[in-house]
């Protein structure tokens, strides 16, 4: 990688992790662009050469997180069970929390939602739930949305294979 896109790539990681830092200090309303670059230590022409707005910086983010769920629930042989599966995305969700909780609370629900909507149909292990947007998969994508923040909220007391088993309890027929 050329020694630009490494500076730049660098450039990011800063403003997200000063956005990320500022969220769990202040409201994600009260944060401004000038407070994201004086934390990250980079220049407002920075800042705007990568992102056009806070928001931008979360859906970017969450993009790559939602890239890396695919990457973690594809790496399992197929034929898998579903619960087996359903355990590392849990899995790969207890370890991404923080920023999970982060964006519920700043309100991105909608960003959220739309992210776990593009990942479940494009995981070839739920060949049920097909890549249109039908009404299976959105209602496996809704009781899976629902079902992290009531767990999160929940403080994580049950295990990742703990929650798979009761989630798929429920979705079996959809699978």
């Not at 707005?53 to 973690?72: A, G, N, P």
């Not at 629902?146 to 994580?156: C, F, K, N, T, V």
Request: glycine share 4%; net charge neutral; charged share 30%.
């Amino acid at each position: 990688m050329d020694k630009r896109k490494e500076a730049n790539l660098r450039v990011k990681s800063h403003i997200v992790h000063a956005l990320m830092d500022l969220m769990k200090e202040k409201s994600y309303e009260e944060i401004s662009i000038s407070e994201i670059t004086v934390r990250a230590g980079v220049s407002r022409v920075s800042y705007y050469r990568n992102y056009g707005s806070k928001e931008d910086i979360l859906t970017e983010t969450l993009d790559q997180l939602m890239d890396r769920f695919l990457k973690e629930i594809e790496a399992v042989p197929p034929h898998t069970p579903a619960r087996r599966i359903m355990t590392v995305f849990f899995r790969t969700a207890r370890e991404n929390r923080e920023f999970f909780c982060l964006l519920y609370d700043a309100g991105m629900d909608r960003q959220l939602q739309e992210g776990l909507d593009r990942l479940i149909p494009a995981s070839g292990h739920f060949p049920t739930l097909d890549r249109k947007r039908t009404y299976p998969a959105c209602l496996f994508s809704g009781a899976l949305f629902r079902l992290l923040i009531r767990w999160y909220e929940g403080g994580m007391a049950e295990n990742d294979s703990e929650l798979s088993n009761i989630f798929c309890q429920y979705m079996d027929a959809l699978l």
